[in-house]
């Protein structure tokens, strides 16, 4: 069960509420510019419409970045403007064919959290549709939830930790211990099978899914298939952290420090700059600080529900990492859309390095908020 925990951070840092007063105004300056488009990457300072890629896996962060900003300010125009994406995401939503196990990011986003805020029926119902979607991906021999379509139906990928929070959020809100069963179950697998003893993990394992025996470790994001790529990482300290909060399992909390320590010591190496894989050959350097603002949202939870003994640790290391990225990755210029610069999709692609995303704008707000004891958590 989810448990309340106290919070760590008495505090907010001086430059932490500098910064989310500027993410605020350049929200609220953006918003009406971006008007129905779902953002992704900016072109040129303006964000393009993802929209019409009606299934792309990130197109429900702007929803969740909105109803982050709803929830602590109130302010209509973030509710109305959220409820517009979610309109646009029932195309896909009740399109089905192309939908994978990211219907958890899309509509935890655009669904539940507007069910938690303001109870408005429609959330919820999206945000069950979803949670039997995600169910239906389920292998019960392998015991495990596919992750993507194309005939690759033993794969499962690390980012899916995070994806299983709608099924832990479908038991709550109907009673039925199914969906919850369902996410430890795989949230058990990708323990068994993701991490590995040095604390690093794997971004993909593929499965025989008749025997659930692992068949293979293919390519992903990151340099290589053993290499470690640092948003995988991120989701596996976050994603861990989370199960622990919905079940108490201390498995979880394990295994998010495991991971959480192995992306500290790497960090801290390098002056807290996250590079895209820290496996990869030192040069050339990619950063991804999309990863270093998911891992500091994972290491602030583990500030949170870690025993006191470990809380500094984990708390200190997520603002150091928070900070880093304020103070050398941040364009508060409301003219140009997007906060969070410096992010990178995948080591391979250049097309999608070193630019601005809008999950890491969402995760950045997020562990802003945290900062400032924000009650309100998407996941």
């Not at 995401?89 to 935890?108: A, K, R, T």
């Not at 194309?150 to 038991?171: K, Q």
């Not at 709550?172 to 040095?198: E, S």
């Not at 909060?245 to 394990?254: C, E, K, M, N, S």
Request: hydrophobic share 40%; no cysteine; charged share 20%.
């Amino acid at each position: 069960m989810r448990e309340e925990k106290k919070q760590y951070i008495d505090t907010t840092p001086g430059w932490a509420a500098t910064a989310w007063e500027k993410s605020l105004t350049k929200y609220q300056q953006m918003v009406p510019r971006i008007g129905s488009k779902i953002p992704y990457i900016p072109e040129n300072g303006r964000y393009t419409d993802k929209g019409e890629d009606t299934y792309w896996w990130t197109n429900g962060f702007y929803a969740g970045l909105l109803w982050e900003l709803y929830a602590h300010t109130k302010d209509p125009q973030f509710k109305a403007a959220a409820r517009v994406q979610a309109d646009r995401l029932d195309e896909p939503l009740h399109g089905f064919v192309g939908l994978h196990h990211d219907v958890g990011f899309m509509w935890l986003h655009a669904g539940v959290a507007d069910y938690r805020l303001t109870e408005n029926e429609a959330g919820k119902v999206r945000g069950l549709i979803a949670a039997n979607i995600l169910a239906g991906r389920y292998n019960p021999t392998g015991r495990y939830l596919v992750s993507w379509n194309e005939n690759r139906p033993g794969w499962v990928i690390i980012d899916s930790l995070m994806n299983i929070n709608i099924l832990y959020w479908a038991s709550q809100v109907t009673g039925d211990p199914r969906f919850t069963q369902m996410a430890v179950a795989h949230a058990g697998t990708v323990l068994a099978n993701h991490l590995r003893p040095d604390g690093s993990v794997y971004h993909i394992v593929a499965f025989d899914p008749d025997t659930g025996a692992v068949a293979d470790h293919p390519q992903g994001q990151g340099y290589a298939p053993e290499s470690s790529w640092t948003r995988g990482q991120a989701w596996a300290i976050y994603g861990f952290a989370l199960s622990y909060l919905h079940t108490g399992d201390p498995r979880y909390l394990a295994a998010s420090k495991r991971v959480a320590n192995y992306f500290l010591a790497n960090t801290a190496a390098v002056g807290d700059e996250v590079v895209v894989d820290f496996r990869a050959p030192a040069t050339p350097v990619y950063t991804d600080t999309s990863a270093a603002v998911i891992a500091a949202n994972g290491l602030l939870l583990l500030g949170q529900v870690s025993d006191a003994g470990d809380q500094a640790l984990y708390r200190d290391g997520g603002v150091r990492l928070l900070k880093h990225v304020t103070d050398n990755h941040t364009d508060f210029d409301p003219a140009a859309d997007g906060i969070v610069q410096g992010a990178t999709a995948m080591y391979h692609s250049a097309e999608e390095r070193d630019v601005n995303m809008i999950y890491a704008d969402f995760f950045y707000i997020e562990a802003l908020l945290k900062l400032q004891n924000d009650p309100f958590l998407i996941w």
